[in-house]
């Protein structure tokens, strides 16, 4: 399940989400599965929720797609996990695709935004984002999709910034201290944890724009910003 895809961002916006996050594109991600091992259990739903900014670097929660995902060939289903989310696999009713299907509709979209803005590539957005990527890792592997548009290890996690700027890391009660939204009847669904996820990481980080001004004209002034994203992106690609 997709939506329009948003109008390209005003060249100043773009050059602002180009700046941001270091020629990295936040998208938010979401994965629904079988069980808790990436290795071994299916992923059964995937949605990917773009992050916008206008003009005055304002970011906002944009575009979402979604889709549920066929278990790939010998995967585990992990019976009280399912009874968590509600999903049945197996439902004659279930318009699910193949995983290698399902990621390359998601990447098509993810590289296409990265273009818009200017970026290098994207950078996963997840609550606990270190379950999500792993198992979008094992996803890639196994179904040997090339272009992968994500960074491979680093990942934004909005239970740590709302336990940061929230005093609250359980995605429900960090949305309830914002004032945002939350409806308990339709969590453990992908899209919906996604957009949530996303509306948590657009508030924190607008929260921190006078902290990223003053951060950015320091870097500024260390010359920073004249370096070339090659240059800073092929030092980010190996591990710490």
């Not at 997709?2 to 109008?7: F, I, R, S, V």
């Not at 304002?58 to 019976?79: E, I, K, M, N």
């Amino acid at each position: 399940m997709t939506e329009p895809a948003a109008a390209a961002p005003s060249p100043a916006a773009a050059a602002l989400m180009a700046r941001r996050f270091r020629g990295y594109l936040p998208v938010a991600i979401d994965i629904e599965s079988g069980g808790f091992h990436a290795a071994t259990d299916a992923l059964l739903e995937i949605a990917a929720v773009f992050i916008e900014v206008d003009e005055t670097g304002t970011l906002r929660r944009g575009a979402t797609h979604s889709y549920h995902v066929q278990p790939f060939a010998g995967a585990r289903l992990d019976p009280a996990s399912l009874s968590v989310t509600g999903i049945d696999p197996h439902h004659p009713l279930r318009p699910a695709i193949p995983e290698r299907d399902a990621l390359q509709r998601v990447f098509r979209e993810v590289r296409h935004a990265v273009h818009a803005y200017g970026c290098r590539r994207a950078i996963l957005v997840g609550h606990n984002a270190a379950f999500d990527l792993g198992f979008l890792n094992a996803a890639v592997a196994r179904a040997a999709v090339k272009r992968n548009p994500f960074h491979p290890f680093s990942c934004f996690d909005t239970a740590t910034l709302a336990g940061a700027a929230l005093g609250q890391t359980v995605l429900a009660k960090a949305l309830a201290v914002a004032g945002l939204e939350w409806d308990a009847g339709s969590a453990h669904n992908a899209r919906y944890d996604a957009e949530r996820s996303a509306d948590i990481f657009c508030l924190v980080c607008n929260r921190l724009r006078e902290s990223f001004a003053q951060a950015a004209e320091r870097a500024q002034a260390l010359g920073w910003l004249d370096t070339p994203a090659d240059e800073t992106g092929a030092a980010d690609e190996a591990p710490a």
